[in-house]
């Protein structure tokens, strides 16, 4: 496993390595020793397990929990996806600064997003599914969003002519309406 840097400090984009022989292959999603000496969930345990079916041009964000943060370890077991990591802290130098990049179950990579950011993506081709780990369970009333296509962000989603959201990410506010929270260092 090697670990690539990104434009957001503590963002990690992850490849791994497959064990390929005539039966197939074995890829090992997540050691927490090799993960920590990458910079992955140090000094945080994971205690949710996510599984996200979407169809093709369905966006999946950009969510954030407000007190309880959540750090994703996201990987893509079918499909394609554009995933995107959002700095919603406010106060953080890196504030309204966001990560992309293309995952799929093909290139065996992962994106570390730790906690504090805001989290999306988009299913590309026909579909994906989408597995992640949570540092902290999911808790709906201290979810925020952000909307996805805020201006202000100038996200670069591949399909936006063709996204399909739910109600409530349609009517998500803009970075600069929405509470989110505090940036500590």
Known sequence: MRARPTTLPGVVLLELVAHEDARGELVELFHRERH???????DLTFVQDNLARSRGGVVRGLHVQLTRPQGKLVSVVRGAIFDVAVDVRRGSP????????????ADRRQLWIPPGFAHGFQALGDGADVAYKLTATYAPEDERAVRWDDPALAIAW???????????????PRLADAELPRYAP
């Open 36 to 42: 920590a000496a990458l910079g992955v969930a140090v």
């Open 94 to 105: 890196t504030f309204g600064r966001w990560f992309g990049t293309t995952l799929s179950a």
């Open 158 to 172: 591949p399909r936006p002519g063709d996204a399909l959201l739910s109600a409530r990410d349609r009517s998500a």
